[in-house]
């Protein structure tokens, strides 16, 4: 089973940048389809970008154009880059793997967008 250790998180100010790490152990990472969700107090966690194992992707529409997927198989890691931030995209950003009969989650990195 993968375990998963999300980092690269802070505060940066409104349109900047900032790229999430996801390191995995303990299993196959190139099986798993690998996910970035968020949740901000008093809302539920919601899709932010997914990477399938054959690398097709998809994302929320909220953040189309300005954040990228992408994952390196040798290195077991995934990433979010994340462009153009915007206050509304503050949440503690969690790094998911899944595959049939599996659904991992990481323990999660705060992301605050603030002036």
């Known amino acids: 089973q993968v375990q998963l250790v999300e980092s690269g998180g802070g505060l940066v100010q409104p349109g900047g940048s900032l790229r999430l790490s996801c390191a995995a152990s303990?299993?196959?990472?190139?099986?798993?389809?690998m996910g970035w969700y968020r949740q901000s107090p008093g809302k539920q966690r919601e899709l932010v970008a997914r990477?399938?194992?054959?690398?097709?992707?998809n994302y929320a529409d909220s953040v189309k154009g300005r954040f990228t997927i992408s994952r390196d198989n040798a290195k077991n890691t995934a990433y979010l880059q994340m462009n153009s931030l915007k206050p509304e995209d503050t949440a503690v950003y969690y790094c998911?793997?899944?595959?049939?009969?599996?659904?991992?989650w990481g323990q999660g990195t705060q992301v605050t967008v603030s002036s």
């Open positions: 998911n793997a899944a595959k049939i009969g599996y659904n991992i």
């Open positions: 303990g299993s196959i990472f190139s099986f798993y389809t």
């Open positions: 990477m399938s194992s054959g690398s097709s992707t």
